[in-house]
C-alpha cells in the first residue's frame, strides 16, 4: 500500500514548473527561470497554503556539472531539509522532459542505467524520501524529443519515438530499483499525460492508432505488455526493441500511483476537413492532411472529453490509486479559477463513483515562462501560478486563496465561477458567429464612469472572459447602489484620459465598495507627476502635479486611499488602441523605437487592451495599493522630446505586468472609418 494519505477526502497537492529540457545547445531551468532557484522562502509560502505533498526536483541535470546554471547539492539540501522541517512530503523527480547531462541523450544506451545511478545518489542522500518520480511523462517526452523533433536529442521518426519511450521506462525500473536498495518501501509515483484523440470517420485508423499509444509508458510500466498486446508486435517490428526488453518489464513492481497530468488541450480531434481550421493546426501522417485541433472546441464531443472521462479510463485500465498531478491554465484568472474548480469537481465526481482518486495537484506554483512555445522560443511569456513571481516577492494570487481554501475545507467558491470556463461557451467553437461572451446574470462587476469608448471595450473584454458586467454612472450607483447584492467588485473609471473627478463623481463607487468591502480598483493617470526630462515616477515617488487635471487626480487618490484600506489604485500612461480617446502618433513611436538605442526609457504609453486584462485580474486577485500599469518599451528607449512634449513616463518597483510595447504596437493596427472602433480581440500574457 502506498504511505501516501488517504484521507476521508480528496487532498491538495502542489508542484513547480521544474523543467530542465535541452533544447539544440541549450538548457532550460524553469526553476532557474521563475526566480525559485534564489528563494529558499517559496517553501514557506507553500506550507502556508496548507499543501503537505509535494512535487518537488532533483533532477539529474541539475547535478550534473555542465547543464547550465549550477544548484548542486547543498542548494537540494537546504531545500529538502526545510521540506522535512515544515512537514511536507516530497515526491522527488529525477528527470523532467530533459535527456541528462551532454554527453548521453533519450537514445542513448547508458541513459537508462546513468539515471539508476543518480538515483541512487539521491536516495543515498536523503533516505526519508519515500516517493518518487524519476521520469515525468516519458511518453510525451518521447513524442517531443523524438517523434516531433522539438527537445533533444530533436529527432523525427518513430524508430527513433520507441527506443526513447523504451529507454525512459527502463530508466524508471532501474532507478526504483537502486532506490530500494537503499530505502526498501520507496514507491513509484508515474505520471503520464493520457489525452484521447476523437476523430472524423476517415481518420478513425489514425486515432486509434494514437489511442494505443498514449498507454505504452503506463502499460510498460504495469508489466502489461505481452505477445496479445496489440503494441508487442509493433514494438518488435524493425524498431529496434527485443522480446528480453517487454519481458523485463513484466518482472518488476508496478506503480504505486497513478499521476494524470490533464490540460485543456491534451484531448484532441483529427479532423480530414483541414481547411475548416486555422492553418497552425494542420498536421499529416505521411498519407492524409487533416486538422489536430482541441476537442474541448468540438461540440459533438461534449461530455467526452476533459479531466472525469480520462479518469474513469485510468481507474479502468490500472489497478492503483489516482492522483491528477498537474492543474494549471495559461490564461485570465478567471479562467484559471474555472479550470481548477472543474478538474477538482471531476475528481471528486470521479471518487464518489468508486474510484481510488487521491489528490489534485495544483501545478506551477511560481509560474512558467515561454511554454506557449514548448520552451523553443526565449520570448520571456509568463503565465503566472498560486503566486505571480514578477515583483519583489512572490505575490499570492486569486488562485493561492482557492488553493488554500481546497487545502482546509475541500471547497472554494469565487464570483467569475458563476460563468462556465471558456471551453463551454460558444465562443470557443471553430467558426463560432455572434456575441461573445457569457450570458450569466450572476454576481457582476460594477463599471463606473460616463458612457465612453473606453467604458464600453472594458465591458467588452469582461464580457470576452465571461464576467458579468454593468455599467452604472455615478449618479445611478450612487442611488440604486448599495441595494443591489449581486455587485462584487467596483471598476472606477471616472479618472480615465485627463477626466479626474472631483469627490461628488468619485464617491459612489468608493461608497458602495468602501461599505460593503468589496474589491475596489480606480483608474488614475500621469498627471499626477509632472514631466521631468530624464525621470521614471514610481509607484512610491512623490506625487508633483503641475496640471489643474494633476491636483484633481492627486485629490482623487488621496481620497480613495483614505478611504478604503483595501483599494487598488492603477495609473496608467498615454492610452492607446480600442477604447481610448485619442491615439498617439503611433507611426512615429514604431520608427523612434526601430532607431533608437539610448535616451530615457519608454514608460509613456498603455496599450488598453493589455491594461483592462490586467486591471482585470489584479481586480480578481484583490490587489491593493499602488500600480503603474504602462507597456513598457522593452530594451528600447523613447526620446527626450517626448518628456519635453510634456509626456510623463511611469517605471515600477511591482513588477510588470503588461506585455511590451513593441507586442502592442505589432498587435494593434488603428481603424480606419469603413473598420469601425472594434479591434480584434488579442492578449499577449507579459
Not at 518488476?252 to 490540460?263: A, D, I, K, R, T
Not at 471528486?348 to 474510484?355: Q, T
Request: net charge negative; charged share 20%; with cysteine.
Amino acid at each position: 500500500m502506498s504511505p501516501l494519505r488517504q484521507p476521508g477526502r480528496l487532498e491538495l497537492w502542489g508542484g513547480l514548473e521544474c523543467t530542465i529540457a535541452r533544447i539544440g545547445e541549450e538548457y532550460r531551468d524553469q526553476i532557474g527561470e521563475t526566480g525559485h532557484h534564489q528563494r529558499p522562502a517559496d517553501l514557506d509560502l507553500i506550507a502556508e497554503l496548507g499543501i503537505r505533498t509535494l512535487r518537488y526536483p532533483v533532477l539529474w541535470e541539475s547535478i550534473s556539472p555542465d547543464a547550465g546554471p549550477l544548484r548542486g547539492w547543498d542548494w537540494h539540501d537546504e531545500r529538502l531539509g526545510r521540506l522535512q522541517k515544515l512537514g511536507i512530503t516530497p515526491i522527488v523527480g529525477l528527470v523532467h522532459h530533459g535527456s541528462g547531462p551532454r554527453d548521453v541523450d533519450l537514445l542513448h544506451p547508458e541513459f537508462a542505467p546513468r539515471l539508476a545511478d543518480h538515483a541512487r545518489l539521491v536516495a543515498e542522500r536523503y533516505p526519508w524520501v519515500t516517493h518518487y518520480t524519476p521520469v515525468n511523462e516519458p511518453l510525451t517526452t518521447a513524442r517531443f524529443s523524438a517523434l516531433y523533433g522539438h527537445w533533444y536529442p530533436h529527432r523525427q521518426s518513430y524508430p527513433d519515438f520507441l527506443r526513447a519511450l523504451v529507454n525512459q521506462c527502463q530508466a524508471v525500473c532501474l532507478s526504483m530499483r537502486a532506490i530500494r536498495q537503499v530505502n526498501p518501501g520507496a514507491q513509484l509515483v508515474q505520471t503520464e499525460d493520457i489525452g484521447r484523440i476523437f476523430s472524423t470517420p476517415a481518420l478513425v485508423d489514425q486515432a486509434e492508432h494514437e489511442n494505443g499509444r498514449r498507454w505504452l509508458s503506463l502499460d510498460l510500466l504495469f508489466g502489461k505488455i505481452g505477445p496479445d498486446h496489440p503494441w508487442w508486435q509493433i514494438l518488435l517490428d524493425d524498431n529496434g526493441i527485443s522480446e528480453g526488453e517487454l519481458e523485463q518489464f513484466q518482472c518488476e513492481p508496478p506503480p504505486s500511483l497513478v499521476g494524470v497530468n490533464h490540460y485543456l488541450t491534451s484531448d484532441r480531434y483529427l479532423d480530414d476537413n483541414a481547411a475548416a481550421y486555422p492553418q497552425h493546426l494542420e498536421g499529416n501522417n505521411g498519407r492524409s492532411v487533416y486538422a489536430d485541433a482541441e476537442a474541448v472546441r468540438i461540440p459533438s464531443l461534449d461530455g467526452c472529453t476533459g479531466p472525469a472521462a480520462r479518469l474513469r479510463e485510468v481507474a479502468a485500465r490500472y489497478a492503483a490509486p489516482i492522483a491528477i498531478t498537474e492543474v494549471h491554465h495559461g490564461c485570465t484568472r478567471d479562467e484559471q479559477l474555472r479550470w481548477l474548480k472543474e478538474v477538482w469537481d471531476a475528481a471528486e465526481l470521479v471518487r464518489a463513483e468508486g474510484a481510488d482518486v487521491r489528490a489534485v495537484t495544483v501545478w506551477s506554483l511560481f509560474g512558467a515562462f515561454d511554454w506557449n512555445s514548448l520552451l523553443r522560443a526565449r520570448q520571456g511569456i509568463y503565465e503566472p501560478g498560486i503566486f505571480d513571481i514578477r515583483g519583489p516577492s512572490p505575490r499570492p494570487t486569486a488562485l493561492a486563496k482557492a488553493a488554500a481554501s481546497l487545502a482546509t475545507t475541500a471547497t472554494f467558491d469565487h464570483p467569475v465561477l458563476d460563468a462556465p470556463g471558456w471551453w463551454r461557451r460558444k465562443e470557443r467553437l471553430y467558426g463560432a458567429e455572434g456575441p461573445v461572451g457569457t450570458s450569466s446574470r450572476g454576481r457582476t462587476i460594477a463599471i463606473v464612469g460616463a458612457q465612453s469608448a473606453f467604458v464600453e471595450e472594458c465591458a467588452w473584454i469582461a464580457a470576452r472572459r465571461g464576467l458579468s458586467v454593468d455599467v452604472w454612472s455615478p449618479g445611478r450607483l450612487l442611488r440604486d447602489g448599495l441595494r443591489s447584492r449581486s455587485i462584487w467588485a467596483v471598476l472606477d473609471a471616472t479618472g480615465v484620459e485627463g477626466a479626474a473627478p472631483d469627490a461628488e463623481m468619485l464617491s459612489p463607487g468608493l461608497t458602495v465598495a468602501t461599505r460593503r468591502n468589496l474589491p475596489y480598483v480606480f483608474l488614475s493617470g500621469p498627471a499626477i507627476f509632472g514631466a521631468v526630462v530624464g525621470a521614471d515616477h514610481r509607484e512610491a515617488d512623490r506625487t508633483r502635479p503641475l496640471s489643474r487635471v494633476g491636483y484633481r487626480g492627486e485629490a482623487a487618490e488621496r481620497l480613495v486611499a483614505r478611504t478604503h484600506a483595501g483599494a487598488l489604485i492603477v495609473r496608467t500612461g498615454t492610452l492607446f488602441g480600442p477604447g481610448s480617446q485619442e491615439q498617439p502618433d503611433l507611426a512615429r513611436i514604431k520608427g523612434d523605437l526601430q532607431r533608437l538605442g539610448n535616451g530615457l526609457p519608454s514608460g509613456c504609453f498603455s496599450y488598453v487592451p493589455d491594461l483592462l486584462h490586467v486591471v482585470l485580474d489584479l481586480l480578481i486577485d484583490r490587489e491593493q495599493g499602488v500600480r503603474h500599469l504602462v507597456s513598457v518599451a522593452g530594451g528600447a528607449r523613447y526620446p527626450a522630446a517626448a518628456m519635453a512634449s510634456g509626456m510623463v513616463s511611469l517605471a515600477t518597483e511591482r513588477g510588470v505586468l503588461m506585455p511590451p510595447l513593441q507586442s502592442a504596437l505589432t498587435r494593434y493596427t488603428p481603424p480606419t472609418p469603413l473598420e469601425g472602433v472594434r479591434a480584434p480581440w488579442s492578449f499577449e500574457p507579459a
